[in-house]
């Protein structure tokens, strides 16, 4: 029962151009949406996060978009920086004390 | 101020064997949680604790088992290893205090290998 895809296993991208990392949901319930990056031999680490009431939130180089009708929420990441080469994990909050992860979509920022 | 620490960093079991992974939260943080990552997929939630109660499970078995101290570190306990009980286990921390419980703070892991 996967309530959070991420359907893009990688994604390559040339330094200073735009990321857009995808994820869809099923649940309509959820009522916060996370992105996580994570590099090797570490933890997750909390970027950005948005309200099921919202529809975009930024935060210096990153913006998450909420399309709550497609069910459908992306992470912008402009520019693009070799730094970013992580896997970036979405993932919901349920309203009650349960986070859901997607499987993560590995990025490269190609100098 | 220091982040969420887990020990062991690496650990290897046997079958049937039983473990115990500890957790340090964040400084500030009242509330634990654990989860699962598999090789190639995303944390699956286990279970959360707060004020030494788990308050939410997730799909796992009895076999896993939790505790919270009252300084808020936490303890991991799998019983009867299964060779799939292989995995990356992540200690995660948030403060109640805050109303964004939703945003955790991840430890770096403790990978258990069953044999």
């Known amino acids: 029962d996967q309530q959070v895809k991420q359907n893009s296993p990688s994604l390559s991208v040339q330094e200073g151009r735009i990321s857009i990392l995808n994820c869809d949901y099923t649940?309509?319930?959820?009522?916060?949406f996370l992105w996580y990056k994570k590099y090797p031999a570490e933890g997750p680490t909390f970027l950005i996060s948005?309200?099921?009431?919202?529809d975009k939130n930024e935060d210096g180089r990153f913006t998450v978009f909420l399309n709550k009708s497609a069910k459908h929420l992306s992470l912008h990441i402009v520019p693009s920086q070799p730094g970013d080469s992580a896997v970036y994990f979405c993932?919901?909050?349920?309203?009650?004390?349960?986070?859901?992860f997607g499987a993560g979509t590995r990025l490269f920022v190609k100098a | 101020d220091a982040g969420v620490t887990q020990s062991p960093t690496h650990l290897i079991k046997t079958r049937g064997q039983q473990v115990t992974l500890r957790c340090s939260p964040k400084?500030?943080?009242?509330?634990v949680s654990w989860y699962q990552q598999a090789l190639g997929q995303g944390p699956q939630f286990i279970f959360q604790?707060?004020?030494?109660?788990?308050?939410q499970r997730g799909n796992f078995p009895d076999r896993f088992s939790g505790h919270q101290f009252p300084n808020y570190s936490s303890e991991l306990n799998v019983n009867a290893l299964l060779l799939g009980d292989s995995a990356l286990y992540l200690c995660?921390?948030?403060?109640?205090?805050?109303?964004?419980?939703?945003?955790?703070?991840f430890g770096p892991g403790t990978r258990l290998t069953v044999t």
């Open positions: 995660a921390s948030s403060s109640s205090r805050t109303g964004k419980n939703y945003e955790q703070y």
């Open positions: 649940n309509s319930m959820f009522d916060y």
């Open positions: 948005i309200s099921s009431i919202k």
């Open positions: 993932a919901a909050h349920t309203g009650g004390f349960k986070t859901i």
């Open positions: 400084s500030g943080h009242d509330t």
């Open positions: 604790y707060y004020e030494e109660e788990e308050r």
